[in-house]
């Protein structure tokens, strides 16, 4: 698989087969997005794997959202993985005060991604996730309260096969040549 193919592979799976994950799948997953880039190299992440089942629908029951059926799906999910945001380093910790913009957000987005990327590889499907309790969720997973979630990502077998058509803004309105032209 090129990467054009696997990019429009992966796509956000929200009803998943009840078979369990290999760990070794999750953990190259992980490894995946170990390899990331990061500002300053900071690699300000911490991948929590929440595979134990009471656990799991613990943390997966706390990204529902009230009154609808949004992230229901999570339940059917055999793994949740929750995403923490570590300290910065000292030189990616100016960089963002100096230039006023948060680099963990942006690091941990392309970890996320390269995760999921690795995942559609290995025919795991996922679901990024940032709707979620994360006051709960922290306590669930003993996350010492100074620190925050950037996001929790289900993880499990898709139950179809067959991949959607992705709906895209086209490429003529999200990129221009040498100036800003929208
Ligand atoms: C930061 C972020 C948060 C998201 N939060 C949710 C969420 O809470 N629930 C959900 O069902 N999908 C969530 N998504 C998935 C997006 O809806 C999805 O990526 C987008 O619609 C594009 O579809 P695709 O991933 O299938 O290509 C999130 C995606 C990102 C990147």
């Known amino acids: 698989m090129n990467f054009i193919e696997l990019a429009n592979k992966r796509y956000s799976v929200r009803s998943y087969s009840d078979k369990p994950v290999e760990k070794e799948k999750i953990l190259r997953c992980v490894e995946a997005a170990r390899l990331s880039p990061s500002a300053c190299n900071s690699q300000p992440w911490h991948f929590i794997i929440v595979d134990d089942v009471e656990l799991k629908n613990k943390v997966a029951k706390e990204s529902f959202m009230a009154l609808s059926n949004m992230n229901k799906f999570t339940l059917d999910a055999p793994v949740m993985i929750v995403l923490v945001i570590e300290k910065k380093n000292m030189s990616s910790n100016i960089g963002s005060f100096l230039k006023n913009k ?29 709707w979620f309790n994360e006051k709960v969720v922290k306590k669930l997973l003993s996350i010492p309260k100074s620190k925050h979630i950037g996001l ?14 992705k709906k895209r803004k086209p490429i003529d309105d999200i990129c221009s040549f040498n100036g800003y032209n929208k």
Do not use: N, R, V, W
């Open 102 to 130: 948060d680099f963990s957000l942006i690091d941990i987005g392309i970890a996320a991604e390269h995760f999921c990327l690795q995942a559609a590889e290995e025919g795991l499907g996922t679901c990024m996730l940032g």
């Open 152 to 165: 929790l990502i289900s993880l499990g077998y898709p139950k179809d096969e067959s991949f959607p058509d």
